[in-house]
């Protein structure tokens, strides 16, 4: 999500953890917090480590080193509300699909500055610690 510089890293990894245990109590059988692959059947993980300093991550539009050559690919919002299946973005598909866009679901991502305000932190249950720190920004 696209958050206006100036949070810490470890204040935005647990700004993060908070939100996404918080879905993961609102629908436990939907999500799963869980690292564990064998513990997470059947759920969506979500993975809020990825938000942490030097944590790495798969860049969009590139492929997976997965049978079928996979491709992470960004999608709208509304595409997500009528389902995905992650299977049909592959080096093959991936192209034809951009060529039927409109435009780039993520084209304003650089645009979009959100803050953690204290009533964001409420809303997930966490615990507002937003300090700016020289060098710590995201």
Do not use: C
């Not at 509304?78 to 039927?100: M, N």
């Amino acid at each position: 999500m696209p958050i206006a510089r100036g949070v810490p890293w470890d204040d935005f990894k647990a700004f993060s953890k908070s939100l996404v245990e918080a879905i993961e109590r609102d629908e436990p059988d939907r999500y799963t917090t869980n690292p564990v692959k064998a513990r997470r059947r059947g759920k969506i993980f979500l993975d809020y480590l990825r938000n942490g300093r030097g944590a790495t991550f798969i860049a969009p539009y590139s492929p997976r080193a997965r049978a079928g050559a996979p491709v992470a690919v960004p999608i709208s919002w509304e595409e997500l509300a009528h389902g995905v299946d992650p299977g049909a973005f592959t080096t093959a598909t991936v192209p034809r699909r951009l060529a039927t866009l409109a435009a780039d679901p993520w084209q304003a991502i650089t645009k979009i500055e959100q803050s953690l305000t204290p009533s964001a932190w409420r809303a997930v249950g966490g615990r507002a610690v937003h300090r700016r720190h020289a060098g710590a920004r995201r």
